[in-house]
Nanobody
Framework: QVQLVESGGGLVQAGGSLRLSCAASGRTFSRDTMGWFRQAPGKEREFVAAMTWTGSTTLYANSVQGRFTISRDSAKNTVYLRMNSLKSEDTAVYYC???????????????WGQGTQVTVSS
């Protein structure tokens, strides 16, 4: 059974940092594109960041560009999201995803994690 399990969320003050992790099991994703999405209360899930398996291509939402960094450790079958200079509007449930079917920033991906809550207090 393929699983993506996020961790690292929590409560942080505005201006602070967090690093989210997404550990995959059940199959290797070392040659697959991985990404992060988020969903704030009352809003639709939105794209945050994605990285191809080689790391040669990364894509970020405008709202997080320059503050968030996606990375991966293929040996550990894990993808990370480093979040700096956090703002209250970054508060959301963050989801890990694997293998997009309609573009890096599209909403259709084969695998999804269960999400981890990030709350930024102002």
């Amino acid at each position: 059974q393929v699983q993506l399990v996020e961790s690292g969320g929590g409560l942080v003050q505005a201006g602070g940092s967090l690093r989210l992790s997404c550990a995959a099991s059940g199959r290797t994703f070392s040659r697959d594109t991985m990404g992060w999405f988020r969903q704030a209360p009352g809003k639709e899930r939105e794209f945050v960041a994605a990285m191809t398996w080689t790391g040669s291509t990364t894509l970020y939402a405008n709202s997080v560009q320059g503050r968030f960094t996606i990375s991966r450790d293929s040996a550990k079958n894990t993808v990370y999201l480093r979040m700096n200079s956090l703002k209250s509007e970054d508060t959301a449930v963050y989801y890990c995803a694997a293998i997009p079917t309609s573009g890096l920033d599209g909403s259709s991906w084969y695998y999804w994690g269960q999400g981890t809550q990030v709350t930024v207090s102002s």
